[in-house]
């Protein structure tokens, strides 16, 4: 009787492939056919392009629009490298003091922690054109104008609330006693992070949990404890 209604729903469900699968192609086309049509416009000349389609066209191809871009007086080239380490600068740092910061904010209790956060939150509600105009000032007394590491710090200022805000809520998602744990089993301050780093990745927390701990107990003990202090401290080297 299972393997009847296993085979019944596997049949439904081959019965419906046909439809779903128009169903997406043609969802699918509406985005790609768009974008396929701009590329292939962009090798015509420039008067096919300007003009209504038409299949005398079609057959004038020719690479003259992006010669032309790369070799003109913008410089695309160095205008998307300048945007590329912009970005980069931008996420590593973003990246670096929104974990800083959601570690201290999620990890302690101090006076005035809620009032430190909600200020981190307020940021949200402030307009950005508020802003512009002291951020410039700012950064025309720090000499950072017209300059790319400038741009990632003005990029870097209004991402870092939102950063804060999801790490936080990241380590406040890591039980305290992983954390208590590992303190109990020797680990430092930096060998904290092998605890509290790894349940923030997109991963599900269950599993980077479990993961977490014997490679905690395999990696801070050995600074302070022998080799068969070590095994009995982990679970598996005590069952053998």
Request: proline residues 7%.
């Amino acid at each position: 009787m299972a393997s009847g209604r296993t085979a019944s729903r596997v049949r439904r469900r081959g019965d419906g492939l046909p439809l779903y699968l128009a169903a997406g192609g043609g969802i699918s086309a509406i985005f790609v056919v768009p974008l396929l049509w701009e590329v292939f416009r962009s090798f015509q000349p420039s008067l096919a392009i300007s003009s209504p389609p038409s299949s005398r066209t079609f057959g004038q191809l020719t690479t003259a629009n992006y010669h032309a871009l790369l070799a003109g007086q913008d410089d695309i080239v160095r205008n998307i490298a300048n945007s590329l380490l912009v970005a980069v600068l931008t996420a590593l740092l973003t990246a670096a003091a929104a974990t800083l910061a959601g570690y201290g904010f999620g990890r302690f209790r101090f006076r005035g922690s809620g009032i430190a956060f909600g200020l981190v939150l307020l940021a949200f509600m402030i307009p950005f054109q508020a802003v512009l105009t002291p951020l410039f000032l700012e950064m025309h007394f720090l000499h950072l104008l017209n300059s790319l590491i400038g741009l990632a710090l003005f990029y870097t200022a209004f991402n870092l609330p939102f950063g804060v805000y999801v790490m936080r809520n990241s380590f406040l998602a890591v039980p305290r006693e992983i954390v208590d744990a590992a303190r109990v089993d020797g680990a430092s301050v930096t060998d904290h992070a092998g605890v509290g780093a790894p349940p923030p990745r997109p991963a599900g927390h269950r599993d980077d949990h479990a993961v977490c701990v014997p490679v905690l107990l395999d990696g801070v003990p050995r600074g302070a404890h022998s080799d068969d202090e070590r095994r009995s401290l982990h679970p598996a080297s005590r069952s053998k």
